[in-house]
């Protein structure tokens, strides 16, 4: 079987899924932790090397907003303003 190249060096999916009961990424802010990522990436001319996505529910309802980030198979919960500074520092420079 033939490797499919990489095409990102890293891609982060960002839920944004809104329940309509309970707690869910979208109703704690993942539309601003989107934004944020999101926004370094366009403004430092780092597309194509680095994709930001928003997806629905990647199983952490409870603990959101939630991101996986690839290909370090990283699920981060509880994401703040403050961790998307952290997390840009760290996986998208």
Not at 49 to 63: D, E, I, Q, R
Not at 65 to 71: D, F, G, R, S, V
Request: charge should be positive; glycine fraction near 8%.
């Amino acid at each position: 079987m033939e490797e499919v190249p990489q095409r990102y060096e890293r891609h982060i999916f960002v839920c944004i899924n809104e329940r309509e009961e309970g707690d869910s990424c979208g109703k704690r802010g993942s539309e601003e932790i989107l934004r944020l990522l999101r926004d370094h990436i366009n403004l430092r001319g780092l597309v194509g090397k680095y994709n930001v996505t928003k997806t629905k529910c990647l199983g952490h309802c409870a603990f959101g907003p939630t991101i996986a980030i690839y290909p370090d198979g990283k699920i981060i919960r509880k994401v703040t303003p403050e961790d998307a500074k952290k997390i840009i520092k760290e996986y998208l420079v």
